[in-house]
C-alpha cells in the first residue's frame, strides 16, 4: 500500500482505537517543538506507526502545534483530545524479496 494514499474511515477508527490504549511516548514541553523533538520523533516511527505525544507545555498553542508537528515529521494527525495528540506514519512494506532482520523473530513454520 501507498504510504502517501489517504486513510479510510476504517483505517481511522481503528488507530483511534489502538491509540487509547497507548501511553503517551513523548511530551512536548518547555523546549517547544524542536529540531531536536521533531527528529526523535522521525526516528520513532521507524519502530512504530502510532504515536501519542502529550502537550507538557504550550497547552494553548495545541491546536496549531498538533498539524505542525504531523507536517515536519511526515506523519498525519489522526485526533487530538485534550492536552494529547496521536500521529501516524505508514510504514513501506518490505517487498516480497526482502529478508528477515538478524535476531528478529522468526515466522511460525520456517
Not at 512536548?28 to 527528529?39: M, N, R
Not at 491546536?63 to 511526515?74: C, E, N, R, S
Request: aromatic share 4%; charged share 25%.
Amino acid at each position: 500500500m501507498n504510504p502517501d494514499a489517504p486513510l479510510t474511515n476504517a483505517e481511522i477508527r481503528a488507530l483511534k482505537a489502538r491509540a487509547q490504549r497507548l501511553p503517551a511516548a513523548f511530551k512536548l514541553g518547555k523546549a517547544g517543538l524542536s529540531d531536536a523533538f521533531a527528529t526523535s520523533l522521525v526516528a520513532a516511527f521507524d519502530h512504530t506507526d502510532l504515536i501519542k505525544v502529550k502537550f507538557v507545555d504550550f497547552k494553548d498553542e495545541k491546536k496549531t502545534l498538533a498539524p505542525d508537528l504531523a507536517a515536519k515529521t511526515g506523519s498525519r494527525l489522526i485526533m487530538r483530545v485534550g492536552n494529547v495528540a496521536v500521529l501516524h506514519r505508514r510504514r513501506p512494506e518490505k517487498g516480497p524479496g526482502a529478508t528477515a532482520v538478524a535476531g528478529g523473530p522468526v515466522p511460525d513454520g520456517q
